[in-house]
């Protein structure tokens, strides 16, 4: 059973990390970086060969933009992979300086919901079912806004994108604690925007980012009510030492990881209607290997999630055995389950050790050689 949830498990990869990216400061050029969409699915596609479980692909608009996106979709098809979800961006525009669905200004509005309905459109053409919306609207300083007529043209925005979904569509609001908006951000935590989605209907979810709240704050916890409530879309997965740092999934804190998946698991959460999708800005460290490690570290945790034996977990609690059910957890955790998942890749017919494989397979060499002119995808900044 484990090895079947483990088999079944969906890991989405976004476009955005194949490109080039750094901080405020400097962002850092490397050799073999995508020029297109069209190359950067290429690599996504290595990270499913080799680890065999991260068929889909997120893109962000504009980042992804091209003229032909059923073309784009075929062409992921013929990779191995698909779309997944279909990021939005109304962060990257001079109009946005004071928020885009948000801003004081009508037509500034108007825009940002039609690139929002436009990203719809991008759906349709791909078969992607999930729009990914996070908006970096707020104020920096007390009165610069009305804090409750911002909330107003927010759901006015969320409910006119609500009713263009298509069946078998849905999307996923994000929220962020701060930044860039330092004073008030207008979707600042989990339950802003569970409040917003439950207005709506089913078709709109909550998306945890694991980089985006206070120092502290239990992360499942949050993710254990919203399962409950029906109201989990998805993850983006990366790591935080000190805010939203975007390094590996698992590289800071990898027991918290698997608490995450821990609670995943007991809610049902494991399938594929809750999205376990990366976001990750691999500034230093190689771009398909950095996201060939981030898959397996979520691997890595799930299957020790999973192997937490739930019976006596239940017995533990029930009986009010405290240290005994949190030994429970834990003998899972301290589980080396890497033997298990060498296992699970060899009988897919895979090398047991994904990075290995990638770094003998030759493809950087390749791409390196290869993509020499033109200009590197980046984040835009």
């Known amino acids: 059973m484990i090895k079947d949830s483990l088999r079944a498990q969906v890991i989405e990869t976004p476009s955005w990390a194949y490109g080039n990216s750094g901080t405020r400061f400097k962002v850092f050029a490397q050799r073999g970086v ?22 889909r692909v997120a893109l962000h608009i504009p980042w992804d933009r091209v003229d032909d996106y059923a073309a784009l979709a075929e062409h992921a098809s013929g990779l191995g992979v698909r779309i997944g979800a279909i990021n939005s961006n109304v962060f990257q525009d001079d109009d946005y300086m004071l928020g885009s669905v948000t801003n004081p200004d009508p037509k ?47 759901a006015e925005a969320l409910e006119r994108v609500y009713g263009r979904l ?16 330092f004073y008030a951000t207008d979707v600042p935590d989990w339950g802003t925007a569970y409040a917003h989605c439950l207005r709506l209907g089913p078709k709109a979810q909550v998306v945890v980012d694991t980089g985006h709240h206070a120092p502290g704050t239990n992360i499942e916890f949050i993710v254990a009510f919203l399962l409950r409530e029906g109201k989990l879309g998805g993850f983006d997965f990366n790591s935080r030492f000190y805010a939203d740092d975007d390094l590996m999934a698992g590289a800071a804190d990898p027991f918290q990881l698997f608490r995450i998946m821990f609670e995943v698991i007991g809610g ?25 490690r981030s898959v397996m570290n979520v691997q890595e945790a799930t299957a020790k999630a999973l192997l937490v034996d739930r019976e006596a977990l239940a017995a533990a609690q029930a009986s009010g055995d405290v240290l005994g059910a949190n030994a429970v957890v834990m003998d899972a955790y301290n589980t080396d389950v890497r033997p298990l998942l060498a296992e699970i890749r060899a009988e897919a017919g895979l090398d047991p050790d994904p990075m290995a494989a990638y770094a003998r397979s030759g493809y950087f060499e390749k791409i390196a050689e290869e993509r020499v002119g033109g200009a590197q995808a980046g984040w835009g900044a």
């Open 108 to 154: 500034v509005r108007a825009k940002a919901l039609a690139h929002l309905l436009d990203c719809v459109d991008i759906m349709d053409a791909t078969g992607s079912d999930t729009l990914k919306l996070w908006f970096s609207d707020g104020i920096n300083y007390p009165g610069q806004d009305d804090l409750r007529a911002r909330q107003d043209r927010l």
């Open 34 to 55: 995508p020029r297109d969409p069209f190359e950067k699915l290429a690599d996504a596609a290595q990270v499913h060969a080799f680890t065999g479980v991260a068929p």
């Open 268 to 292: 049902g959460g494991l399938t594929e209607d809750v999205a376990f999708m990366l976001d990750q800005c691999h500034n230093i460290e190689p771009k398909i290997a950095g996201q060939i």
């Open 166 to 181: 298509g069946e078998g569509q849905r999307f996923l609001l994000e929220y962020k604690l701060f930044e860039p908006a």
